[in-house]
């Protein structure tokens, strides 16, 4: 038994929504916003780097397999809500893109490096822009930012289907200013003069005394 042709034209518009969908509608999201890592943590927030916790125990879901590659998004504050999920691994923005993009892919990990349970007595973390020696036209290059930001992250699963799973966009994050950096010259410069100082009141009595000894003894 067919369809009659007023049946078909029912069916048409549902079909045509189906297949206008665009791909990576579908994605997971993980209930997770990724953190600084503790502020009592020396360079925690530098002028071209920043690190984060690692997102321990969070993609243990049963779409994300253990070969599935793990990447770290990072944006602008202000381009995050454009960003768009590469349909292949292969299109992954990269640090050349930021510019332009406003944001791209870097520091790719699976889920095996991010374990559930207590980390136990080592450091878990992760820098973002810790890596000088790779170039910024190569995919997952960790490359230093920048500039002061503000920046947002967040982790975002691929698989050889496309993208699989987004945590939340982490809260903005401001580096620090070139100026608060370049203030401590000048006052080491300071601590310089003084002990300069200092040194030669003392140098100058030595040479008196050792005048007046010489003198005495003459």
Not at 43 to 69: A, K, V, Y
């Amino acid at each position: 038994m067919g369809l009659s042709r007023e049946q078909s034209g029912l069916l048409m518009p549902p079909l045509l929504l189906l297949i206008c969908l665009p791909l990576g509608t579908g994605l997971e999201r993980i209930n997770y916003v990724p953190q600084l890592s503790p502020a009592t943590l020396a360079g925690t927030l530098t002028h071209s780097t920043f690190t984060l916790e690692q997102p321990r125990g969070q993609f243990s879901r049963l779409n994300i397999s253990d070969f599935d590659p793990i990447w770290l998004v990072v944006a602008h504050s202000n381009a995050s809500q454009n960003f768009i999920a590469p349909q292949r691994v292969e299109d992954s923005p990269v640090p050349a893109d930021f510019p332009q993009k406003g944001y791209y892919l870097t520091l790719m990990a699976n889920r095996a490096l991010y374990p559930g349970g207590q980390p136990g007595n080592q450091l878990r973390v992760l820098r973002v822009g810790n890596d000088t020696g790779c170039s910024p036209t190569t995919r997952g290059c960790n490359h230093p930012l920048p500039g002061p930001g503000p920046y947002r992250v967040k982790f975002l699963v691929m698989s050889d289907r496309g993208p699989v799973a987004e945590t939340d966009w982490s809260s903005d994050t401001r580096l620090q200013q070139a100026e608060a950096l370049q203030a401590a010259p000048g006052l080491r410069s300071a601590g310089t003069v003084v002990i300069i100082a200092i040194l030669s009141v003392l140098l100058a009595v030595l040479l008196t005394a050792l005048l007046g000894l010489l003198i005495y003894t003459w």
